[in-house]
């Protein structure tokens, strides 16, 4: 199997290109980001203008994965076009190179549990309707239907796989990051909602496994599956699972503040995915105690 792993040096698809490789599988990556160590299988992407064709017009894949993409709900809201292009525009890019240079390249989208948006139940299937509320949301759904138009229309097979709460070792941003480098200061701090705010989260391995078995399914047709542990978590629990890494007491609290684009309760049905043969390796705790060490590690160097 030739797969290609397009932001293949972001946190996701880092993790998904060392995973393959150890496994003896043949591997090209695409990024922004020049590679001097292996350009043999590796495709520069110009950020400023992406450019897909050169990449499958000479090398043939049988599976491509997108997990290029902006991942930021504040700044989504901040610059939209820029979310837009990244997460949506550029799918559409990729399939139209798959569609006129290798149409039996399978494709494999990373969208988000953003698409939900705040659902009126729980836990959240994949047939509840979409209804984002961040413009990072509603541009990830627009990379779905983007996926469905070129299975309908082209005959591309294609598959979305929304992804919860992801968090795991090389990840530099999000919750657990964010608290990290508020507690370090030692200086008490306050974070937004009331803690009582739940998600989903999913170790990065975990998820990799998840794309793998995704991988060899039929599940081809414009599919969206889920990408979670189908375990509600509270945040307030959350953050003190991860401050029990901790040496020292940190001094934090809740504001009670909403923050724009964020949505309350999730918690995500996997039957699809379970269906699949997915079993978690990681609970929160043990992810987290993984966590605190890498990033204790980096901080040092």
Not at 60 to 86: K, T
Request: with cysteine; proline share 3%.
């Amino acid at each position: 199997m030739n797969y290609l792993i397009i932001g293949s040096k972001g946190f996701i698809g880092s993790h998904l290109m060392a995973h393959l490789i150890n496994r003896g599988e043949k591997v090209w990556g695409a990024d922004v980001i020049v590679d001097y160590t292996d350009a043999e299988r590796y495709f520069l992407v110009d950020a400023s203008n992406s450019d897909f064709h050169s990449i499958f017009e000479n090398q043939h894949f049988d599976i491509c994965v997108n997990c290029s993409g902006a991942a930021s709900v504040p700044d989504s809201i901040q610059h939209p076009m820029r979310d837009y292009y990244l997460n949506a525009v550029n799918v559409f890019k990729i399939l139209d190179s798959i569609r006129i240079y290798q149409s039996d390249c399978k494709f494999i989208n990373l969208s988000s549990a953003a698409v939900y948006g705040n659902p009126t139940s729980l836990p959240i299937r994949e047939d509840t309707v979409a209804c984002p509320v961040s413009p990072y949301g509603l541009h990830k759904y627009q990379s779905e239907q983007v996926c469905s138009e070129f299975y309908h229309y082209f005959n591309i097979k294609t598959c979305s796989l929304r992804v919860f709460s992801a968090y795991g070792d090389g990840l530099r941003k999000q919750l657990f990051w964010d608290i990290y480098q508020k507690a370090k200061t030692g200086i008490p701090f306050t974070l937004f909602g009331t803690g009582n705010e739940s998600r989903d989260f999913i170790h990065v391995n975990d998820i990799v496994n998840a794309i793998d078995l995704v991988s060899k399914s039929d599940y081809f047709k414009a599919d969206v599956i889920n990408l979670a542990n189908g375990e509600e978590i509270y945040i307030k629990d959350a953050v003190a699972t991860f401050f029990n890494s901790f040496s020292t007491n940190i001094n934090y609290s809740f504001s009670k503040e909403e923050r724009k684009g964020d949505p309350v309760n999730w918690v995500a049905d996997i039957s699809k995915l379970k269906s699949l043969g997915y079993k978690s390796t990681f609970n929160l705790e043990t992810g987290l105690q993984q966590y605190y060490k890498w990033i204790t590690l980096k901080e040092k160097k």
